[in-house]
């Protein structure tokens, strides 16, 4: 069964920090790559931190230094730490996850997403 859930999100003030959650299927989580994408209203959802199968990660220029992406292979778990939070981190967060070249896209199955939305 293909599933992902994503869990954690909420309202924060500007500075504050959430860890999100995706509880995905091992079919999933097998992937070679586990990710956090984002995605507000009339824009395309974008890729935020990226976790290979082996640890490397990679990040958007955006949340560099801020967020940290992590895996629980035991639990089939992926987890964004997110800190000092902005008012532009505002967004629903997705976890997806892709083995190859092409990443997920509208058309491929996604969660329902975790909405972040950091306001004072």
């Known amino acids: 069964q293909v599933q992902l859930v994503e869990s954690g999100g909420g309202l924060v003030q500007p500075g504050g920090s959430l860890r999100l959650s995706c509880v995905a299927s091992?079919?999933?989580?097998?992937?070679?790559?586990m990710a956090w994408f984002r995605q507000t209203p009339g824009k395309q959802r974008e890729l935020v931190a990226s976790i290979t199968r082996v640890g490397n990660s990679n990040y958007a220029d955006s949340v560099k230094g801020r967020f940290t992406i992590s895996r629980d292979s035991a639990e089939t778990v992926v987890y964004l730490h997110m800190n000092t939070l902005k008012p532009e981190d505002t967004a629903v967060y997705y976890c997806?996850?892709?083995?190859?070249?092409?990443?997920?896209?509208?058309?491929?199955?996604w969660g329902p997403g975790t909405r972040v939305t950091v306001s004072s």
């Open positions: 997806n996850g892709w083995t190859g070249s092409r990443l997920p896209g509208p058309l491929d199955y």
């Open positions: 091992l079919s999933i989580f097998n992937r070679y790559v």
